[in-house]
């Protein structure tokens, strides 16, 4: 799984899922960039990776913006979207909308922007790598927004995956996962690993790491396209 002389752009690349892809990405020998809407996230991202590693501060709802970061990056190899804010979960009664147009603004059409930006930038043989979840096939109530979400990312990586082959497009379905996106008081966060992690075969939640695997797994098999990859330690069966 060697990424030697190969250049990475992880685009929510400083916490969670995306920091543990970068860091996976570069203890492989390729060159990193990250990109995070958080100066701070960027600086304490670069000094926890090897000199060489690059990163840049980008709102990626900003179109304009994306496109000069693409065309200032130049060639690359890979692009990984894991870029967003915490899921939105509330009862459709008490849904905003305004909250919920929000938050397609950057996980979905951030990243039609994105990969737009970075086609032309992209080598023939180089992978775009989303990122989806269980709550598009396995909806819970509240999860509206969330769930048809994660139904259009699936979607577009197939469909991506035809209209630009021969890159290669795949997405990640990870199920619950021990991250920043579970903006929940401790206590209840805790409460809740441990309910999902009792439902699974597995007995245990997900750690970022476990998922970064599998977007290194489509960084490097050259005959994946089109895929979409689910890690929900078998909750699937429960």
Not at 24 to 52: F, M, W
Not at 146 to 168: F, K, N, Q, Y
């Given at each position: 799984?060697?990424?030697?002389?190969?250049?990475?752009?992880?685009?929510?690349?400083?916490?969670?899922?995306?920091?543990?892809?970068?860091?996976?990405?570069?203890?492989?020998?390729?060159?990193?960039?990250?990109?995070?809407?958080?100066?701070?996230?960027?600086?304490?991202?670069?000094?926890?990776?090897?000199?060489?590693?690059?990163?840049?501060?980008?709102d990626l709802t900003d179109g304009d913006r994306v496109r000069a970061l693409f065309e200032e990056i130049g060639a690359l190899d890979h692009l990984v979207y894991t870029a967003g804010e915490a899921l939105l979960l509330s009862p459709l009664a008490d849904l905003d909308l305004a909250e919920a147009r929000k938050f397609f603004e950057l996980r979905y059409f951030g990243v039609l922007a994105a990969v737009q930006a970075a086609v032309p930038q992209l080598r023939p043989d180089g992978s775009i790598?989303?990122?989806?979840?269980?709550?598009?096939?396995?909806?819970?109530?509240?999860?509206?927004?969330?769930?048809?979400?994660?139904?259009?990312?699936?979607?577009?990586?197939?469909?991506?995956?035809?209209?630009?082959?021969?890159?290669?497009?795949?997405?990640?379905?990870?199920?619950?996962?021990?991250?920043?996106?579970?903006?929940?008081?401790?206590?209840?966060?805790?409460q809740f690993y441990a309910d999902t992690a009792a439902g699974t075969p597995l007995r245990r939640i997900a750690e970022v790491e476990d998922i970064a695997q599998a977007f290194l797994f489509f960084l490097t098999q050259p005959h994946a396209t089109g895929t979409v990859l689910t890690l929900d330690g078998g909750a699937v069966l429960a």
């Open positions: 799984m060697s990424l030697a002389g190969q250049h990475v752009v992880v685009l929510g690349g400083t916490s969670g899922i995306g920091f543990a892809v970068a860091a996976s990405a570069a203890e492989r020998g390729a060159k990193v960039t990250v990109v995070s809407s958080s100066r701070a996230n960027i600086d304490r991202t670069l000094a926890e990776l090897p000199s060489g590693s690059t990163g840049y501060v980008v790598t989303l990122t989806t979840g269980t709550a598009g096939p396995r909806p819970v109530p509240g999860s509206t927004v969330t769930s048809s979400l994660c139904g259009a990312v699936e979607t577009l990586s197939r469909a991506l995956a035809v209209e630009l082959a021969p890159i290669r497009v795949n997405a990640v379905m990870p199920g619950v996962v021990r991250s920043p996106l579970w903006a929940f008081p401790e206590d209840v966060r805790e």
